[in-house]
């Protein structure tokens, strides 16, 4: 592994060094660069743990198996809406189900972070109660947003 990480180190390098000859394509190398850069932290994870899968095709069948599990066991045809609103969180969840983890693994390691993806689930289960809102009364629903965006005007 760490001579993998050093190759790509080298040809991050390389391209670094060569992104001025690059032409029309020099602020494409640049957002590689950039996007490599952020994802670093975990870009090498599989070669240190045996749980993670080390390909992208056992990463889509990780993942496929999850969800055809939901389906089966949800009696659905296609993926469950709970996939759209809680998606990152079910398919680790389903992925770890054979994992016994301690209380201090299921601990936050960033609280700030914890509670940004709790806020960002909490506002997609919104966002389905309104789709869901309109759908059931479309009438009811635009004449309350009407309302809301011009209150003095519409009578109640």
């Not at 592994?1 to 029309?24: D, I, T």
């Not at 992925?95 to 909490?122: D, G, I, V």
């Not at 869901?132 to 009407?146: I, S, V, W």
Request: contains cysteine; hydrophobic residues 35%.
């Amino acid at each position: 592994m760490p001579v993998l990480r050093q190759a790509y180190r080298r040809l991050l390098a390389n391209m670094h060094q060569g992104a001025q000859s690059a032409g029309p394509l020099e602020s494409a190398v640049h957002h590689f660069l950039k996007v490599t850069a952020s994802y670093w932290p975990g870009l090498f994870v599989c070669y240190t743990r045996p749980d993670i899968p080390r390909t992208n095709n056992d990463l889509e069948h990780l993942f496929g198996s999850a969800r055809y599990h939901e389906r089966r066991a949800s009696g659905r045809k296609v993926t469950a809406p709970m996939f759209l609103t809680r998606g990152r969180v079910r398919l680790i969840t389903a992925t770890c189900q054979q994992h016994a983890f301690s209380s201090t693994e299921l601990q936050p390691k960033n609280l700030t972070e914890w509670r940004a993806l709790r806020q960002e689930l909490t506002q997609r289960q919104a966002t389905r109660a309104l789709q869901r809102q309109f759908r059931h009364d479309p009438a009811t629903y635009l004449a309350k947003a009407e309302r809301l965006l011009h209150p003095e005007t519409l009578p109640p």
